[in-house]
T-cell receptor, first 111, second 114 residues
C-alpha cells in the first residue's frame, strides 16, 4: 500500500470555527509532513514529524496545531483561521527511501 | 542555502511529441537528491522520478527520464511521447544531505494539445 490518505477533501470554515485535518499512511514511514500550497505556487513546508516527534516547525502561526497520535496518523488542528489561510493543505510521508509520498490534499476555504 | 530554478512558467507540446522541462539547482553540498513531481488540477503531488547526486546513470521511469548534468547543476525532465493526461504542473525539488525536507522550484505548467 503506497497511499497517503487525507480527510476531508474539501473544508469550508468560518474564522471562529475549530476544525481538524487528518492524514494517514500505512507504509511504515517514520517521517510525516504538512505543507500549505497557494494556487499556482509550490508547496511550503509547515511541519515535520520524525518518529512521532515534532522536528521542524517553519514558524507557523499558533492557529495551526499539529498532532501525531501514532506513527500512521497526522492531524492538523485549525482554530481562528484567517481568510488568507485558504489553501490546499498537503500531507506527505517518507521512509528509508528518498521520495516523499503525498496525499491528495484538503482544499480549505476560510470565510 | 539551496535553490531550485524552473525558468519555464508554461510549456506547450503536441500529443506524441517529446518535451523537456528545465530545472537548475544550487547547493554547496556534495550529497543531494533531485526529484520531479507532477500535480494535476486535482491537487495530488505525484512522484515521477529521482536522481541521486552520486548516481552515475541518468534515472528513467517509463516515459520519464532525467537528464542530469552535474557540472551544469541541471536536472531536466524529459517526457517522451506526450499524452493528454500529462497536462499538469510539474515541480522540480531537491533534498540536501541527510535532511528529509524538500526545496521546490516554482513549477512549470505543461499543456498537451491533441
Amino acid at each position: 500500500d503506497t497511499e497517503v490518505t487525507q480527510t476531508p477533501k474539501h473544508l469550508v470554515m468560518g474564522m471562529t470555527n475549530k476544525k481538524s485535518l487528518k492524514c494517514e499512511q500505512h507504509m511504515g514511514h517514520r517521517a510525516m509532513y504538512w505543507y500549505k500550497q497557494k494556487a499556482k505556487k509550490p508547496p511550503e513546508l509547515m511541519f515535520v514529524y520524525s518518529y512521532e516527534k515534532l522536528s521542524i516547525n517553519e514558524s507557523v502561526p499558533s492557529r495551526f496545531s499539529p498532532e501525531c497520535p501514532n506513527s500512521s496518523l497526522l492531524n492538523l488542528h485549525l482554530h481562528a483561521l484567517q481568510p488568507e489561510d485558504s489553501a490546499l493543505y498537503l500531507c506527505a510521508s517518507s521512509g528509508s527511501g528518498d521520495e516523499q509520498f503525498f496525499g491528495p490534499g484538503t482544499r480549505l476555504t476560510v470565510l | 542555502a539551496q535553490k531550485i530554478t524552473q525558468t519555464q512558467p508554461g510549456m506547450f507540446v503536441q500529443e506524441k511529441e517529446a518535451v523537456t522541462l528545465d530545472c537548475t539547482y544550487d547547493t554547496s553540498d556534495q550529497s543531494y537528491g533531485l526529484f520531479w513531481y507532477k500535480q494535476p488540477s486535482s491537487g495530488e503531488m505525484i512522484f515521477l522520478i529521482y536522481q541521486g547526486s552520486y548516481d552515475e546513470q541518468n534515472a528513467t521511469e517509463g516515459r520519464y527520464s532525467l537528464n542530469f548534468q552535474k557540472a551544469r547543476k541541471s536536472a531536466n525532465l524529459v517526457i517522451s511521447a506526450s499524452q493528454l493526461g500529462d497536462s499538469a504542473m510539474y515541480f522540480c525539488a531537491m533534498r540536501v544531505g541527510g535532511y528529509s525536507t524538500l526545496t521546490f522550484g516554482k513549477g512549470t505548467m505543461l499543456l498537451v494539445s491533441p
